[in-house]
């Protein structure tokens, strides 16, 4: 269940429908906030009744300074979600018109290049000691190696268990990712040897299930955080970034690992009809569709070889290049 507490006269709704989230398998781990915050508005609102007014959502949708459309968006629909759930326990909410926002500009991801790649992780092998954050230097190198050498996303990597590495085999367990999928990622030899020396470091003396890239408080070290220091490893690797939702963003990292991966088995002669549900798997992606839209950015990135990809999977192209959909 949640760990908000709700005051509002929505409180039965708003915790019978993470209930029923949960229930079904969702995750549901990021709604429970806006749930909070919507709840706390409709306080500060006044609202006395267990309804949803057209003038609160109204209100509610209006975009707060310097709050992307994104993030406007996303708070819209978790409500609309709320409404829903409402009107068919048969009470009375305003549910938003679909389509009622700005369409969100697509985001086109950044893919680095290998010599950018290299400068981060110059960077982030000279991250230093910091007495407040004690394990940085060692968490950071590890951090986004990983991320870039297994494609991790970068909730996989923080909710990492001492448990999850595998030194013996040099594989990594991601639990429940997303959707609610378990995989098996290789590491690699490097990563293998670098995990075994960070381990000896950090974790001699740890519980199996400690978080690998701890906090000092013992939890995992938050996404905040680790955005932070991107950031200033980007500056330090004199990587230009286009400010707070225009990128380059973490998760670029990943959409990096797996254009590099395609146009290095195109470059190789690797069959892509082999490969590319090997990367599917190894992305632990839920359809074939998330993962081909990699082929488009792989060209677009490197058009030396769109021959090559347009002539393996020519056939997908134009439902991939009209696509507005973002592989995760």
Same mark, same amino acid.
């Given at each position: 269940?949640?760990?908000?507490?709700?005051?509002?006269?929505?409180?039965?709704?708003?915790?019978?429908?993470?209930?029923?989230?949960?229930?079904?398998?969702?995750?549901?781990?990021?709604?429970?906030?806006?749930?909070?915050?919507?709840?706390?508005?409709?306080?500060?609102?006044?609202?006395?009744?267990?309804?949803?007014?057209?003038?609160?959502?109204?209100?509610?949708?209006?975009?707060?300074?310097?709050?992307?459309?994104?993030?406007?968006?996303?708070?819209?629909?978790?409500?609309?979600?709320?409404?829903?759930?409402?009107?068919?326990?048969?009470?009375?909410?305003?549910?938003?018109?679909?389509?009622?926002?700005?369409?969100?500009?697509?985001?086109?991801?950044?893919?680095?290049?290998?010599?950018?790649?290299?400068?981060?992780?110059?960077?982030?092998? $000279?991250?230093?000691?910091?007495?407040?954050?004690?394990?940085?230097?060692?968490?950071?190198?590890?951090?986004?190696?990983?991320?870039?050498?297994?494609?991790?996303?970068?909730?996989?990597?923080? %909710?990492?268990?001492?448990?999850?590495?595998?030194?013996?085999?040099?594989?990594?367990?991601?639990?429940?990712?997303?959707? %609610?999928?378990?995989?098996?990622?290789?590491?690699?030899?490097?990563?293998?040897?670098?995990?075994?020396?960070?381990?000896?470091?950090?974790?001699?003396?740890?519980?199996?299930?400690?978080?690998?890239?701890?906090?000092?408080?013992?939890? $995992?070290?938050?996404?905040? %955080?680790?955005?932070? %220091?991107?950031?200033?490893?980007?500056?330090?690797?004199?990587?230009?970034?286009?400010?707070?939702?225009?990128?380059?963003?973490?998760?670029?990292?990943?959409?990096?690992?797996?254009?590099?991966?395609?146009?290095?088995?195109?470059?190789?002669?690797?069959?892509?009809?082999?490969?590319?549900?090997?990367?599917?798997?190894?992305?632990?992606?839920?359809?074939?569709?998330?993962?081909?839209?990699?082929?488009?950015?792989?060209?677009?990135?490197?058009?030396?070889?769109?021959?090559?990809?347009?002539?393996?999977?020519?056939?997908?192209?134009?439902?991939?290049?009209?696509?507005?959909?973002?592989?995760?």
């Amino acid at each position: 269940m949640s760990e908000f507490i709700y005051n509002s006269p929505l409180q039965s709704f708003i915790e019978g429908m993470i209930r029923e989230k949960q229930s079904l398998g969702y995750k549901y781990d990021s709604s429970p906030r806006i749930l909070y915050k919507f709840d706390q508005f409709c306080i500060e609102q006044g609202c006395i009744d267990a309804v949803i007014t057209k003038e609160v959502v109204q209100a509610w949708i209006q975009p707060g300074s310097n709050e992307s459309p994104a993030t406007v968006k996303n708070r819209a629909c978790v409500v609309r979600q709320l409404a829903l759930y409402m009107t068919r326990l048969g009470t009375r909410a305003y549910v938003l018109p679909k389509n009622s926002l700005p369409k969100v500009p697509k985001y086109t991801p950044y893919i680095f290049s290998n010599h950018e790649m290299a400068a981060l992780f110059t960077q982030t092998d $000279a991250c230093h000691y910091c007495s407040e954050v004690p394990l940085r230097h060692h968490i950071m190198p590890l951090l986004f190696r990983l991320l870039y050498g297994c494609g991790l996303r970068i909730s996989e990597a923080l %909710n990492l268990r001492f448990e999850d590495i595998d030194l013996h085999d040099g594989v990594l367990t991601v639990i429940d990712g997303k959707f %609610n999928k378990d995989r098996l990622v290789p590491l690699g030899v490097e990563n293998t040897h670098r995990c075994s020396d960070f381990i000896t470091a950090v974790h001699l003396h740890s519980d199996k299930n400690a978080y690998l890239f701890p906090a000092p408080n013992g939890q $995992a070290i938050t996404q905040g %955080n680790a955005y932070k %220091n991107f950031r200033r490893f980007l500056w330090q690797a004199r990587i230009s970034h286009g400010g707070w939702g225009k990128g380059p963003r973490l998760h670029d990292i990943r959409h990096t690992f797996a254009v590099h991966c395609l146009r290095q088995w195109v470059m190789q002669g690797k069959d892509l009809a082999v490969y590319l549900p090997i990367l599917k798997i190894y992305l632990g992606h839920d359809s074939f569709r998330d993962t081909s839209h990699y082929l488009r950015l792989t060209a677009e990135v490197y058009p030396d070889i769109t021959a090559k990809v347009e002539q393996a999977f020519g056939y997908i192209s134009p439902v991939i290049g009209d696509d507005a959909h973002e592989a995760d």
